[in-house]
Structures are given as structure tokens and as C-alpha cells.
């Protein structure tokens, strides 16, 4: 597995005190839709995904797979005996002959980077996105759809491929940016109120469900986002993080995970820039009062978001957002971010 599968999913928020959260307008990027439909919030939320299925993300799609396929991020080398979900690539033969697994795996999906236009008739229309393909020639284990509206092609094999690909709908990522682009000023009172409040630096804060815990990170925080109770895990100046091994293979029902990490100014992992890490795609850009708000995704991290608030001097604060199964609660909670009045 690679050390960017295993590292945490940084955000990079640099505050500007006279910013206020409330967006006044956005931008998102290509084969995203704008705004969402209760039919679209219904398929991503799995309306029609088998019973036990759980949601797996690539950067711009989702679809449902059984509870236990392993989940495999582009250079991860995993062997499995469940299915697979890879993103990024098709699993490579090298790897599973490497790691003595049959090849190709009995059952998978695979998200693939895909053109925004087609020429042609559709094959068929799931959720609203027309689907081309299948395409079987270049890789004859697969076949291989084209989403254009979603930029994607999904690769599928198997004896669940047809029910997986009637699952596909908008990903987390696409979910929680059109919320924070469109909540209102009432509906984001409204949530503040009934919140829990997390101060990411003496400046600014952001609130989370008033479920969630807020607690002081630990060096365990290098295998986040991980399964458990969602927590906010706030990191202060002088805490040692170093990386470390992964502790297992990463499974389906562990791939999208609610939760929050805050970097105050001066904390860091050890041996990590405060900067963005490369390869992140600018999805959103919101200019509430006097300051920018960037929202940026990494095609190695499609179940976080990168979030950049600019303007204020060198003070860095680094936060990360996990998406979740419902990325209506990230988008809530980056609308969130304002100044605080009680430093």
C-alpha cells in the first residue's frame, strides 16, 4: 500500500478574520452538476442499492458494493479474496501475480478519469446520467462504461456488475460542494444552533452535528479517516505525528467516514508541508464578504475534502473534512466556518 493511501487527508484553511461563511457565489468543476434534485440526494444515499450495500466514492461518482470488498487507491497493490474496488486504475496483473491472487478478482468496480462529452446513443440512463458502453476491447476482463455528465468511466466485472452499475449517482464530494454553495443564511443558523462549536484557531471556528465528540488527537490519527464514532480530533502546536504502517486492508463499509481534523497554527504531521498535496483539483470557490474559500479534492483521497480560506498572513490552520455516506453534513459544516466573536 502506499504511503499517500495511508497518510491523513489534509485541509489547508488560511483565515482572514473579517471573513464571513456565507456564500454569495461558487464555481464547481467539470461533470459536476450545479444543484441537486430529492432524486439525485435518493440514489446517492442508495434508494436503489441492494439491502446491505454500502457506498464507495471515486473523485467525481459513487456506487454501492457488498459490506467487505477490499477498497484500493492508483499504486495500492491489495490481494483479495472478495471483490475489489479500485480508483484510479484497473488492478494490474503484476500486482495480484505478485502477491500469488488469481487474476482478475471474481468480482469488482473500478473509477476511471472520463471525457465530459460522447458522440452516439446512450446505452442506457441510470439516475438521471446517460451511460455509454460497454466498451470490452480494452481490457477483455472488464467492461467498461462511459459517464460523461459524471467524467468518469466505471469498469465493472462480475456476477453483481449490472446491480452495481445501477447504483451509480454523485459522489459525496459533488453533494457536500453544492450544499455549501447553496445553504441559506436561515437553514445555516439553524444549524449552528443545534451544533456542537470546534475552535480551529483563536480567529475562526466551524461547528459539527451535536453529536459528534471533539477530542485532542493522538498519533493515531495517521490511519484517519477510520471507523468509529464521528469525532473532531483537534491537533495543537507541539504534538509529534508521525506516519506509520497501515493495520490492515481497507474494507467497503470503511471507505467514507464522518469526522473532522483541525490543525492549529504551528501543529503538523511530522515531515508534511502545510500545503496542498499534489494533485488536488479545485472544485468550488465561494467569496463570502472580503475573503476566498477554495474547496479542493485529491484523486487519492475522494472521501476528504480540501478546504483553503485565504488572507491572513503566514498563521496556517489545516483542517480535514471527511465526506461520509451523506455529504450534505461536510457541506453544512464547511458553510460553517466564520470568525468567532469570543477569541
Known amino acids: 500500500m502506499t504511503a499517500a493511501a495511508l497518510m491523513v487527508g489534509l485541509v489547508i484553511v488560511l483565515v482572514t478574520p473579517a471573513a464571513s461563511a456565507r456564500a454569495t457565489s461558487a464555481t464547481t468543476g467539470s461533470g ?3 444543484s441537486l434534485t430529492p ?14 450495500w454500502v457506498p464507495v466514492d471515486g473523485p467525481t461518482a459513487r456506487v454501492y458494493v457488498p459490506v467487505g470488498w477490499t477498497v484500493a487507491m492508483e499504486g495500492d497493490c491489495l490481494g483479495t479474496g472478495t471483490g475489489i474496488v479500485s480508483v484510479g486504475q484497473l488492478p494490474t496483473r503484476d500486482c495480484f501475480e505478485f502477491l500469488s491472487v488469481p487474476y482478475p478478482p471474481t468480482d469488482g468496480v473500478a473509477f476511471l478519469a472520463g471525457p465530459t462529452r460522447m458522440k452516439g446513443t446512450p446505452a442506457k440512463n441510470v439516475h438521471g446520467f446517460a451511460v455509454y458502453g460497454p466498451d470490452t476491447k480494452t481490457d477483455p476482463d472488464w ?12 469498469a465493472v466485472r462480475g456476477a453483481d456488475a449490472d446491480r452495481i452499475l445501477a447504483t451509480l449517482a454523485l ?38 452535528p451535536s453529536t459528534w465528540t471533539i477530542t485532542e488527537a493522538s498519533n493515531a490519527l495517521c490511519l484517519w479517516p477510520q471507523p468509529g464514532p464521528p469525532t473532531v480530533f483537534i491537533v ?19 471507505a467514507l467516514v ?18 496542498a498535496v499534489n494533485g488536488e483539483a479545485r472544485l468550488l470557490t465561494l467569496r463570502p464578504s472580503t475573503s476566498i474559500v477554495s474547496v479542493y479534492q485529491s484523486a487519492l483521497r475522494p472521501a476528504v475534502l480540501d478546504v483553503k480560506v485565504a488572507g491572513v498572513a503566514a498563521a496556517t490552520t489545516i483542517v480535514s473534512v471527511g465526506l461520509g455516506r451523506d455529504g450534505r453534513v461536510a457541506g453544512r459544516i464547511i458553510a460553517s466556518i466564520a470568525p468567532n466573536p469570543d477569541p
Open 32 to 34: 459536476r452538476p450545479r
Open 171 to 208: 459522489p459525496a464530494s459533488t453533494v457536500a460542494i453544492d450544499t455549501a454553495r447553496s445553504i441559506r443564511p436561515a437553514a445555516l443558523d439553524a444549524y449552528e444552533k443545534s451544533g456542537r462549536v470546534a475552535t480551529m484557531s483563536v480567529a475562526y471556528k466551524m461547528f459539527v
Open 258 to 275: 464522518d469526522g473532522a481534523v483541525q490543525y492549529w497554527p504551528g501543529a503538523g504531521p511530522t515531515g508534511s508541508a502545510t500545503t
Open 39 to 52: 432524486a439525485a440526494i435518493a440514489a446517492h444515499l442508495g434508494r436503489d442499492a441492494p439491502e446491505g
Open 236 to 254: 495543537r502546536p507541539g504534538l509529534s505525528l508521525p506516519s506509520c504502517p497501515g493495520t490492515g486492508i481497507p474494507r467497503s463499509q470503511n
Open 143 to 154: 467492461a467498461i462504461y462511459t459517464v460523461p455528465a459524471l467524467a468518469t468511466r466505471l
